[in-house]
């Protein structure tokens, strides 16, 4: 029997987070599941940034406090290791 996703929630949103990369700031090109999670709490503190990105942000940092990143981690790609610019 293949599991299925419970209803109501679109699986394509997990797989786009799970692919979604950071596009500025110190972890430039990161996942955002590799997002150390007390940067998310910062941007919790100061506010997200508008749109999907913000979304993804806020969605990150309650997978993260809940424990739950192994369920994004067989979505992800294989990531590149991370390189300060």
């Known amino acids: 029997m293949e599991p299925t996703a419970p209803p109501g929630l679109d699986t394509q949103i997990l797989v786009d987070l799970a692919h979604a990369r950071m596009p500025f700031g110190r972890y430039t090109g990161s996942l955002l599941l590799k997002l150390?999670?007390?940067?998310l709490l910062w941007f919790a503190r100061e506010g997200f940034p508008k749109g999907k990105l913000g979304?993804?942000?806020a969605m990150?940092?309650?997978?993260?406090t809940n424990g739950l990143e192994y369920l994004l981690r067989p979505l992800a790609p294989p990531d590149r290791p991370f390189r300060r610019p």
């Open 55 to 57: 979304e993804q942000l």
């Open 36 to 39: 150390p999670e007390r940067y």
């Open 60 to 64: 990150m940092l309650e997978i993260k």
